[in-house]
């Protein structure tokens, strides 16, 4: 009979067991892989979560939980739909796109964050529309799963069917990447979170990227493989300090610089609180991010960081930048070279690492921290300037000039903020304010440029000329003046 099953008699010479109790143990796992196979075969027949009447919705709108969708086909601008409630509108492609993210996996035991609810809506027969709400959740690794809801009650938490999901994280990611990360209201407490001070956040949010050996030859090594180890991301094993402008005002969308450290303890130092608050950019940093956390959990940790800020508050996408000091300011780097999709710029303190060795004197070289990225994603890091601030006391300042005349000879925006008498320390806030100011000076001229054309059409009479006002410049004041208009902001009438 062993022989029946396929397993050959020199097997059994490296098990201290006797021929029954080998027998034992293949019958065992012959009866639990068909038992899979079936339990798979099943959940292949049955209609999937996204599914209506066999096939991919037609429609599909997106809310935040316990949200009912406006009908209709929208208010003219994704920001006019976040007021009413809406956060995206996905296309038929999309639709299709959802259903081949399900995947066998086990279910979490853990306590599942909710995040989306999907609308899902087709034409069946006789012209009747076929609806079926669908609820996105998330572990705290990051995974996502799908609950299809069994009713159809919005005012509540609707009673749960028992056919939760898994969703394969990169196909997932694919299609949910672009969608707005903001997951709060237009409203905030400052006793909270206050304002214009530093304050531990009470939840974090893992990002979309986790930093195993995959992702690490992708994004550090150009798609070549690493023995380096992943991270070891376990978000309740750290804190998040963070620091909204003096003058927040939770409507409006705010820069974000993510912090890197190089001590045990992090914090959010007082020499860059005068250009967080000029420019309004919050910041934010792990408390346990320094010199001597692995690299994989430090880059973790910065993404997590950019996440969590972006779901708590009101962020501008294109305005999300990273700094760091020393090592931190190395790490700063790398990110910003390699997560180009992620941070849009970088200000690297008295450490820099590039993707070229530098030559050091004497047959020497300041080692590379990382590979170029492909073609592809190097034209996204072209137009983030980079801005690194070192002074010829500083042990680096040698290895900084070097790497940055690499980035410059490579069409990089780069500038060394170079000072007589700085060392291996912090900047002082003026200098620190110069250095960030220069960095977000593109996306932030282009911002102003567009929020003076919001406020012009916003002060017009008519409909068109206030929902193009929400588009041109979303979030922006003359934006939120256009939304009053259309009677989309509580407490103010329509016109």
């Known amino acids: 009979m062993i022989e029946v099953l396929g397993i050959p008699r020199g097997l059994l010479h490296?098990?201290?067991?006797?021929?029954?109790?080998?027998?034992?143990?293949?019958?065992?796992?012959?009866?639990?892989?068909?038992?899979m196979c079936l339990s798979l075969?099943?959940?292949?027949?049955?209609?999937?979560?996204?599914?209506?009447a066999g096939g991919p919705a037609s429609r599909v709108v997106?809310?935040?939980?316990?949200?009912?969708?406006?009908?209709?086909?929208?208010?003219?601008?994704?920001?006019?739909?976040?007021?009413?409630?809406?956060?995206?509108?996905?296309?038929?492609?999309?639709?299709?796109?959802?259903?081949?993210?399900?995947?066998?996996?086990?279910?979490?035991?853990?306590?599942l964050r909710r995040y989306w609810t999907l609308h899902l809506s087709s034409e069946g027969k006789a012209g009747r529309e076929i609806t079926k709400r669908v609820e996105i959740l998330r572990d705290v690794a990051g995974e996502w799963y799908a609950l299809p809801l069994a009713d159809a009650n919005v005012k509540g938490r609707a009673k749960e069917s028992a056919d939760m999901v898994?969703?394969?994280?990169?196909?997932?990611?694919?299609?949910?990447?672009?969608w707005p990360k903001y997951l709060g209201k237009f409203e905030a407490d400052p006793k909270q979170t206050p304002w214009g001070k530093p304050a531990i956040l009470a939840a974090a949010s893992p990002a979309w990227w986790t930093m195993d050996k995959a992702t690490l030859g992708e994004r550090f090594l150009a798609g070549r493989p690493t023995n380096i180890d992943g991270a070891k991301r376990v978000?309740?094993?750290?804190k998040f300090r963070v620091r909204l402008p003096k003058d927040y005002d939770p409507r409006e969308c705010c820069g974000v610089l993510v912090w890197v450290d190089a001590n045990d303890v992090s914090r959010l130092h007082e020499c860059f609180w005068p250009a967080a608050d000029e420019l309004r950019i919050i910041l934010i940093g792990a408390e346990k991010t320094g010199n001597d956390v692995p690299a994989a959990d430090r880059d973790q940790l910065a993404l997590d960081a950019s996440q969590t800020v972006q779901e708590q508050f009101l962020c501008d996408e294109g305005r999300v930048y990273v700094?760091?000091?020393?090592?931190?300011?190395?790490?700063?780097?790398?990110?910003?070279?390699?997560?180009?999709?992620?941070?849009?710029?970088?200000?690297?303190?008295?450490?820099?690492?590039c993707y070229e060795p530098a030559p050091a004197g004497e047959g020497k070289y300041h080692r590379n921290g990382y590979m170029k990225p492909a073609m592809k994603m190097w034209r996204q890091v072209l137009p983030h300037r980079l801005g690194v601030m070192t002074g010829p006391?500083?042990?680096?300042?040698?290895?900084?000039?070097?790497?940055?005349?690499?980035?410059?000879?490579?069409?990089?925006d780069a500038r060394v903020f170079e000072y007589p008498d700085m060392a291996h320390q912090l900047p002082t806030a003026p200098r620190f304010s110069d250095a960030m100011s220069w960095v977000d000076e593109p996306v932030r001229t282009s911002r102003e440029a567009s929020a003076k054309t919001a406020a012009e059409l916003a002060a017009k009479e008519g409909r068109p000329e206030w929902v193009e006002a929400t588009n041109v410049a979303p979030w922006s004041k003359?934006?939120?003046a256009a939304a009053e208009k259309l009677g989309l902001v509580p407490g103010t009438k329509g016109k």
């Open 14 to 35: 490296s098990y201290d067991v006797n021929e029954a109790g080998v027998l034992w143990f293949w019958m065992k796992t012959l009866a639990a892989a068909v038992l």
């Open 41 to 52: 075969c099943h959940s292949l027949a049955r209609a999937g979560p996204f599914d209506l």
């Open 62 to 111: 997106l809310t935040l939980p316990d949200v009912a969708p406006v009908a209709g086909e929208g208010q003219g601008s994704p920001m006019l739909d976040r007021i009413a409630g809406t956060v995206a509108r996905l296309s038929k492609k999309h639709a299709a796109q959802l259903r081949s993210c399900v995947e066998p996996r086990p279910l979490p035991l853990d306590a």
């Open 166 to 178: 898994a969703l394969n994280r990169e196909k997932f990611a694919a299609i949910a990447a672009d």
């Open 235 to 238: 978000l309740s094993d750290n």
């Open 323 to 353: 700094s760091g000091i020393s090592g931190g300011g190395r790490i700063s780097s790398q990110l910003w070279a390699c997560f180009p999709d992620v941070f849009t710029g970088a200000v690297p303190i008295v450490g820099l690492d």
């Open 393 to 412: 006391p500083d042990f680096n300042y040698g290895e900084i000039v070097k790497f940055v005349a690499t980035f410059k000879r490579d069409k990089v």
């Open 478 to 480: 003359g934006a939120w």
